[in-house]
């Protein structure tokens, strides 16, 4: 006879592997596999980035044989991801040098012009370097050669002496929500970098391609230079703005951008040119439909107001010369408020700008009672502690700070500057 079968309670047969022990060693091995695949997962991540940054140091060394090490250092300044290809967007600067084609202007993609809307004419105004007020503006003088300074010898006047914008693509400067408040700030372009993060690559030439709010900046910054960077290599970078006045329909803002241009290019070694802020103010309507006055301008108070720098090398570790020096005038103004592009008589029906006679229509736009205003001092000085945290301890002149400590019977620390302590020149 049989031997009967090792039943289960539900009638089914017994599987003997099943045993306490036999379930221990499974759930191991179980434990066992999901280690090995999470310590998997980051060698063979290692594996593949070993691998690629072995290919990246032979695309190098064959770039650097191939082209040498101007042309190389030509061809990472247009490379700005660093992968060793040229995309076409990356290319599309030497494509617009060769072919004497330029694309149409950015911000009309970003915002695009409303023919009804109104618009302002902008004038810009420059007075050149004074070449005297640097101590290695001389050829010669500590290694410093004619094509080293020959952008800025040859920078003489704006780019554009004056251009149309229309009223709407200043909505970039009206304050996000939450920021109505007097003395408020914000940034219209974030600083991307700060003490930990360094600074940004100096073998460049051409900006990259601006985005948002940078386009209508890159745009006014245009009229001065070809190329403007929006955001400078060191922080802090971009435009914070404030509030000093409000009305029920207007807003008066002031702003501070930090910006630089590149004045060299191909084959000259890049030269930085960078003011030591660019300041200003402007008065438009809360829905952004009309601009009162607008300005924008380097301040010209100090005697050192730009910072320069210059390689002179094919490689970001090239030496650099640094000089400082005094901008008599740069500065953007409205010609007068914006005005409708398109006029209707009472009656709705369109009609020409200009009336009888020619001569164009005139205005008249009602005066601006502010209901509330602080000093441009106070304005600016909310912009100064927004983008210098330090700037909350205030920095005098020796005169009066002996003065005052004397008075208060207070501690004093001296510091001696070679520029302005609170902008990019310094």
């Known amino acids: 006879m049989a031997a009967d079968v090792d039943k289960t309670p539900a009638g089914e047969p017994k599987d003997d592997r099943a045993t306490p022990s036999s379930r221990r060693a499974r759930s191991r091995f179980k434990q066992l596999s999901g280690l090995f695949l999470i310590a998997a997962v980051p060698f063979f991540g290692f ?45 599309k600067p030497i494509a617009e040098k060769l072919t004497g084609v330029a694309p149409p202007p950015e911000f009309e993609e970003e915002i695009p012009p409303d023919p009804n809307g109104e618009t302002l004419i902008l004038h810009a105004k420059m007075q050149p370097l004074l070449l005297e007020s640097m101590t290695k503006s001389k050829d010669g003088f500590l290694g410093v050669s004619h094509s080293s300074l020959s952008g800025l ?13 229309y009223a709407s693509q200043f909505k970039v400067f009206l304050p996000p929500s939450g920021k109505s408040a007097l003395g408020d700030t914000w940034w219209i372009i974030p600083s ?26 890159h745009s006014l ?20 703005a404030c509030i000093r006045a409000a009305s029920d329909f207007y807003y008066d803002i002031v702003f501070r951008i930090h910006a630089e241009f590149q004045l060299n290019d191909v084959p000259d070694f890049p030269f930085w040119f960078t003011p030591g802020q660019f300041a200003g103010n402007i008065i438009l309507s809360k829905d952004a439909s009309h601009v009162r006055e607008f300005h924008l301008y380097v301040p010209n108070d100090k005697s050192l107001n730009v910072d320069m720098e210059w390689l002179y090398g094919a490689s970001e570790s090239s030496n650099m010369e640094v000089d400082i020096g005094y901008l008599p005038q740069m500065e953007l103004r409205a010609e007068g408020p914006s005005t409708p592009s398109v006029i209707y008589d009472e009656q709705g029906n369109m009609i020409d700008s200009r009336g009888e006679g020619g001569e164009p229509i005139q205005f ?39 003065s005052r400590a004397d008075a208060e019977k207070k501690l004093v620390h001296s510091i001696l500057l070679w520029g302005a302590l609170d902008d990019q020149s310094c």
């Open 221 to 240: 910054l245009s009229m001065f230079h070809p190329r403007p960077f929006v955001k400078s290599r060191f922080a802090p970078q971009g435009a914070v």
């Open 153 to 165: 010898r040859s920078w003489k006047r704006p780019a554009v002496p004056s251009s149309m914008f």
């Open 364 to 402: 008249v736009f009602e005066e601006i009672v502010w209901s509330a205003e602080l000093s441009r001092e106070e304005a600016s000085r909310h912009l100064e502690v927004t983008m210098f945290p330090f700037k909350k301890v205030p920095y005098l002149p020796f005169s009066e700070a002996f």
């Open 47 to 91: 594996c593949i980035k070993y691998y690629q940054d072995i290919q990246l140091v032979k695309r190098h060394e064959a770039g650097l044989k191939a082209l040498g090490a101007d042309g190389l250092f030509f061809f990472s300044s247009l490379d700005t991801d660093d992968d060793l290809y040229l995309s076409p967007e990356e290319f």
């Open 192 to 217: 991307e970098l700060n003490i930990f993060t360094g600074y940004l690559p100096n073998n460049r030439y051409h900006p990259r391609t601006p985005r948002g709010k940078e386009v209508l900046i």
